[in-house]
Every structure is written in structure tokens, then in C-alpha cells.
């Protein structure tokens, strides 16, 4: 057993009046190493706020996240920021759901892959440019090198994705956490994104938590699916055994709602 969350909760403190706010209640899940998960659920249902307590995003001043997160034997929830900034990008690492937005517009790409490797570990510039040209190259991006040099500006809404997939792989993490990763893309475009993440998942053995609103996304990668409504967990279970035959209305909602996909040329799945 690689994570084991149990009784996840996150509550927002409450604001001159307000009552407190339960955006996560009691998610609990498991997930052995090399597995791929999928969260789904409407806009709003816990999906991005259940990742963002697991990487320790959320600032403990604003809200309150109890139940425990343990990763490898060690609860996430019960270490400190300093000893959670360790593991960040070394254990478990993040990608985030808008390409065009996530990159900082005034540093060059590479540099923003070798971010993580400059805060954990230490090497020279040279050692650092090929890790980074390496988790280019895996994240599927064409010419490293060339974009090694390039300002966001200059990468597609797709390239810059992949950028900030290799980001999240450069300390080769044993968790990818990803946040929405197809939203902002085209269907082309998601189709390869996807099939990136597959062959990441093969050949680096990394375990996926992938977090999307779109059913198709998730049945065409994982082999689990979570569903999520109000912060809870309405229904699990095997992806072809929860589309198939699900159990709850909401569920059947969710399925009934997806549009049609027309097939994709070039050996893309039509969900």
C-alpha cells in the first residue's frame, strides 16, 4: 500500500457570521504503487480541494484538514511545513489544471522544470539542464532543447502543459497528483496528453491520482474512479464496473450528462 487516506476532511473557518464550510468530508481511499485512480465529480464537489490538502496547499489559517494521509508510512497531515516542503516534488508532485496561467511568464522553461531540483538536490548547472532535458523528454515534448530556451509565450497551450508535466517529473515522484490536467485543451490535444501520462505510468511506474470533471478522461486512463458530490464520496469502485452499471442517481447523472466524442484521427479514443 503506497497511500491510504482516511476520513479526509476539509473545513473552512467560518467568517464574521458565517457558518463554517465543509468543502471535503470524510474522503477516504487507497492506492497501491503504479495505480492509477481516477476523482470525478461536478465543478465544486471536493475533487481539487481533496489534492490540495494532500500536497499541503491549503493555509492551515484558512481551514482546518483533519483525518490522515499516509504516504509510505508516514502521515502527511502530521508533518510540519518544513518536513511536507521536503516531500513535495521528491514523493509527491502536482500538476495543475491551467497550462496558460501555471508558468511564470518571465523565466525561461527550462529553468522552471529545474525548479524542484534546485530546492532538493544538489547539483551543478550542467546535472541540472540534463535532468530537465530528460523530464522533457518524457513528458513528451518535442526538441528539449529548443525549449529548454523558450519563454512561455512562445509554447503552445498543449507544449506549455507538458512543461509543467516535466516539472512535476523531474524528481522522478512516486505520486502524480493531476489537477484537472485536460481542461483547458482541445480534444486533440487531451487525447496525447493523456497517452503521456499512460506511458509515464508504464515505464516510470508512477501512481496517478487524476482529478476531472470529464467522465470520458477518466475512463479512457484510469482503473479506478472515485465519484465525489458535496465533498463526499457517493460511489467507487473499478472504472468499467462503475460506468457500466452504476449504483447511484447522481452517478447515473454524471454518465447521462457526457457528451458524445467523435473518434480522433490518428489512433485517438473516443472516451
Excluded at 468543502?23 to 492509477?36: H, I
Excluded at 527550462?110 to 513528458?139: F, I, N, P
Excluded at 523558450?150 to 497551450?157: E, F, R
Aim: with cysteine; hydrophobic share 40%; net charge positive.
Amino acid at each position: 500500500m503506497m497511500l491510504d487516506i482516511r476520513d479526509l476532511s476539509v473545513v473552512f473557518h467560518d467568517r464574521e457570521g458565517e457558518a463554517p464550510f465543509t468543502a471535503v468530508d470524510k474522503f477516504s481511499l487507497r492506492m497501491d504503487r503504479g495505480e492509477v485512480v481516477g476523482v470525478v465529480g461536478e465543478s465544486g464537489s471536493g475533487k481539487s480541494m481533496t489534492a490540495h490538502a494532500l500536497m499541503g496547499l491549503i493555509p492551515r489559517s484558512r481551514a482546518q484538514v483533519t483525518g490522515s494521509a499516509v504516504f509510505e508510512g508516514t502521515d502527511l497531515f502530521a508533518l510540519s511545513r518544513e518536513e511536507l516542503r521536503r516531500r513535495q516534488g521528491r514523493d509527491l508532485s502536482i500538476i495543475f489544471q491551467e497550462p496558460m496561467t501555471s508558468l511564470d511568464p518571465t523565466m525561461r522553461v527550462g529553468k522552471q522544470v529545474e525548479e524542484s531540483l534546485r530546492l532538493h538536490e544538489r547539483l551543478s548547472a550542467g546535472e541540472r539542464r540534463a535532468r530537465a532535458l530528460d523530464a522533457m523528454a518524457l513528458a513528451g515534448l518535442p526538441r528539449p532543447e529548443e525549449v529548454y530556451r523558450q519563454w512561455p509565450h512562445q509554447l503552445s497551450g498543449g507544449m506549455r502543459q507538458r512543461a509543467m508535466i516535466a516539472s512535476a517529473l523531474v524528481l522522478r515522484p512516486r505520486l502524480l497528483i493531476a489537477d484537472e490536467p485536460t481542461t483547458a485543451l482541445d480534444v486533440t490535444i487531451q487525447a496525447q496528453i493523456l497517452e503521456t501520462l499512460k506511458d509515464i505510468n508504464r515505464r516510470e511506474g508512477t501512481a496517478i491520482l487524476f482529478i476531472s470533471h470529464d467522465l470520458g478522461v477518466v475512463k479512457a486512463l484510469c482503473s479506478r474512479v472515485v465519484v465525489m458530490r458535496r465533498g463526499k464520496i457517493v460511489e467507487s469502485g473499478a472504472v468499467d464496473q462503475v460506468f457500466r452499471h452504476p449504483r447511484e442517481d447522481y452517478t447515473k447523472l454524471l454518465i447521462a450528462s457526457r457528451p458524445a466524442r467523435r473518434k480522433l484521427r490518428g489512433g485517438g479514443a473516443d472516451g
